[in-house]
C-alpha cells in the first residue's frame, strides 16, 4: 500500500519554508527521500532509519516518528534548485512504495 | 561503474503485442525493484525482488511478469500490452536496504 504525502503541490517564492509529510498505515523499517525533476529519474536525498532520527541534505531535512508512521521533510530557505516532486518511500519487509508525491515549484 | 541500466528509453506497441523491459545492475545489489510512473500517482509498484531466484508482486502486478535468474538481471515482461499499460517505467536496485539507484526510465506507449 501506497504511503499518503501531503500536501499534493506547494508554491513558493525564494528563501521560504515548507514541509512535506508522508504517513503509512504498517510498520515501518524506514523512510526515504527522493526528488524527481521534469523528464528524470528520481534522485535520493536521504532516508530515515531510527524511531525519532532527524537528517539534513544542505537546507533538506527530515525527520521519523516511527511510532505513529509518519515522516516530515523539511525545505528551508528555499532555492531555485529545489523546484521538482518529492517522494517519500517507504520500506517494510524490504518492499518500498513510494507516495503519490508533492511537486514543488519555487519562484524567484 | 554504470550503477542501474535500463533499455529501451522510448517503445511504441501496438495492443496485444509483447515486450520486455531490460533493467540491469552492476553493484551487486540484492534487491530490484519496477515501477510504473502515471501524472498524479506517483511511483506504484509493480513487482520486486529480493535476490536471484526469488520475485514477489506489488501493488499494480496484473499485465507484468519478471524473473530474476541472475543477481544482475530483472527484466520485466508484458504479456499482452494493453492502452492502460501506457506509462513511465523505473527499474531500481537497492544494497543493504539503504538508498535506491533508478534507471533512466522507459517511456512506453500502447496504441
Known amino acids: 500500500q501506497q504511503p499518503v504525502q501531503s500536501p499534493q503541490a506547494v508554491i513558493l517564492r525564494e528563501g521560504e519554508d515548507a514541509v512535506i509529510n508522508c504517513s503509512s498505515s504498517k510498520a515501518l523499517y524506514s523512510v526515504h527521500w527522493y526528488r524527481q525533476k521534469h523528464g528524470e529519474a528520481p534522485v535520493f536525498l536521504m532516508i530515515?532509519?531510527?524511531?525519532?532520527e532527524q537528517k539534513g541534505h544542505d537546507k533538506i531535512s527530515a525527520s521519523f516518528n516511527e511510532k505513529k508512521q509518519q515522516s516530515s521533510l523539511y525545505l528551508t530557505a528555499s532555492q531555485l534548485s529545489y523546484s521538482g516532486t518529492y517522494f517519500c518511500g517507504t520500506e517494510n519487509d524490504y518492499k518500498l512504495s513510494f507516495g503519490a508525491g508533492t511537486t514543488v515549484t519555487v519562484r524567484a | 561503474n554504470a550503477g542501474v541500466t535500463q533499455t529501451p528509453k522510448f517503445q511504441v506497441l501496438k495492443t496485444g503485442q509483447s515486450m520486455t523491459l531490460q533493467c540491469a545492475q552492476d553493484?551487486?545489489?540484492?534487491?530490484m525493484s519496477w515501477y510504473r510512473q502515471d501524472p498524479g500517482m506517483g511511483l506504484r509498484l509493480i513487482h520486486y525482488s529480493v535476490g536471484a531466484g526469488i520475485t514477489d508482486q506489488g501493488e499494480v502486478p496484473n499485465g507484468y511478469n519478471v524473473s530474476r535468474s541472475t543477481t544482475e538481471d530483472f527484466p520485466l515482461r508484458l504479456l499482452s500490452a494493453a492502452p492502460s499499460q501506457t506509462s513511465v517505467y523505473f527499474c531500481?536496485?537497492?544494497?543493504?536496504?539503504?538508498?535506491?539507484?533508478f534507471g533512466q526510465g522507459t517511456r512506453l506507449t500502447v496504441v
Open positions: 530515515l532509519l531510527k524511531g525519532g
Open positions: 531500481a536496485s537497492i544494497g543493504g536496504r539503504t538508498e535506491a539507484f
Open positions: 553493484m551487486n545489489h540484492e534487491y
